[in-house]
Structure formats: structure tokens, C-alpha cells
């Protein structure tokens, strides 16, 4: 069935870091891909999304770009803050009768100062 | 704008105890859902449904019912809670199926439930 793998964390980086979170999926069709966002205490909430390879989503300084060749959809920031501390789930939206979002297990990401 | 609101925000269970969690949404959404949060394993569906009469099971539905008697509300019952129900639960909203390209999910802040 349809998954989403993503590399575990926690991930810990000092403020102004270069982030990569990695992701991959696995599929039938062609899915659309989303990144979502929680903070401490707080539900999820979209960060950005990509519907079609080769599409760049971004929001915030973070970026995602669907590789179909590799079925990956990495996130990425030049330059985090210490704001950026979060939990991020990767997540793939199933198109058809199901159209159901599957995440991930999510990645802790901790900035310090 | 008030969003999606769950309530309660923590509950503390014994075994066998009953309990309801609730979920409100006013943004006229028709597709609501329930997750469940736990170490590792990312959020998985409990049970969703695409409009007010209508709900179907998700990837981890026993020991939960769901009904939709309003566009609103769709409340989450433990009939009898187990250890195993231990979780943090998550209600999400959105305009249609959210699998579609141009539909995030809301979220509410989550109740954060243990049984002891």
C-alpha cells in the first residue's frame, strides 16, 4: 500500500543551519505531497504542498520539490531559526476513491540559539 | 476565527470508563476526520466522514465510534477504554477529501488522553 518514509529524528541545528529533512514515498498513481507542521502543543498545520513532478512548494524559507524519478520530497531551508523548532510530517494525499492523507512518523527538529 | 475545537485538552481514564471527545468546526467544512498521534508512528485515521449521515473507518477504527449528525460536529467514543488507547487525538477538517491537491487539512490543538 501507499506509504511515506521519513528519516528519523531528533534533528538538532544551530540557529542559522542548513536544513534538510528527508522524505520518500511509495505509490500508485501520482500523488499529491505535502509538508505539515507542529508546533509544541498545537495541531498540524500545512506548510506547503507540491501536486505534480518536478513542482516547487514553498512557504516560510522552506522548499519541497516532487521528484517522481526518486519518489522523494525533501524539505529544505537555507538559514532556520530558533522559531523553527517543530515537529514535521511528511505526508502524501491519495487520489481516487480513497483521497486520504497517509504521514509519516514526523521529524523533531530543535534549533538552538 | 475559532477553526477546528476540540475538547477536552487532557483526560485521564481508568479502564472500562467511558467517554466522548468532542469536535467543532465552523468553517462549513463537509470532510472531518480522527487521528491518533503516538511515538513513531505519525498520525493514523481512526474514522472520517465526507458529510453530515455518513462515516466510514479508517486505518486503526476499534474500540472507537464516530457519528455526524451536523456539518459541525463530529464527536470521537471510547466505549470502553483500554491502555492501548493511550494517545494524543487529533480532529481535522477540510472543504472536501483531503487527498485532493488544493484541500490542507485544519487541525485542532489535539486531546491528550491517557488510561490508566
Known amino acids: 500500500g501507499d506509504s511515506v518514509t521519513q528519516m528519523e529524528g531528533p534533528v538538532t541545528l544551530s540557529e542559522e543551519a542548513f536544513l534538510t529533512i528527508n522524505c520518500t514515498y511509495t505509490?500508485?498513481?501520482?500523488?499529491?505531497l505535502f509538508w505539515y507542521v507542529q508546533y509544541p502543543g498545537e495541531g498540524l498545520q500545512l506548510l506547503l504542498k507540491?501536486?505534480?513532478?518536478?513542482d516547487k512548494g514553498s512557504n516560510k524559507g522552506f522548499e519541497a520539490t516532487y521528484r517522481k524519478e526518486t519518489t522523494s520530497f525533501h524539505l529544505e531551508k537555507g538559514s532556520v531559526q530558533v522559531s523553527d523548532s517543530a515537529v514535521y510530517f511528511c505526508a502524501l494525499g491519495q487520489g481516487g476513491a480513497t483521497n486520504k492523507l497517509i504521514f509519516g512518523t514526523g521529524t523533531l527538529l530543535a534549533v538552538q540559539p | 476565527n475559532a477553526g477546528v475545537t476540540q475538547t477536552p485538552k487532557f483526560q485521564v481514564l481508568k479502564t472500562g470508563q467511558s467517554m466522548t471527545l468532542q469536535c467543532a468546526q465552523d468553517m462549513n467544512h463537509e470532510y472531518m476526520s480522527w487521528y491518533r498521534q503516538d511515538p513513531g508512528m505519525g498520525l493514523r485515521l481512526i474514522h472520517y466522514s465526507v458529510g453530515a449521515g455518513i462515516t466510514d473507518q479508517g486505518e486503526v477504527p476499534n474500540g472507537y465510534n464516530v457519528s455526524r449528525s451536523t456539518t459541525e460536529d463530529f464527536p470521537l467514543r471510547l466505549l470502553s477504554a483500554a491502555p492501548s488507547q493511550t494517545s494524543v487525538y487529533f480532529c481535522?477538517?477540510?472543504?472536501?477529501?483531503?487527498?485532493?491537491?488544493?484541500?490542507?487539512?485544519?487541525f485542532g490543538d489535539g486531546t491528550r488522553l491517557s488510561i490508566l
Open positions: 507540491a501536486t505534480k513532478a518536478d
Open positions: 481535522a477538517s477540510s472543504y472536501s477529501r483531503p487527498g485532493r491537491s488544493n484541500q490542507p487539512q485544519h
Open positions: 505509490a500508485t498513481g501520482y500523488p499529491s
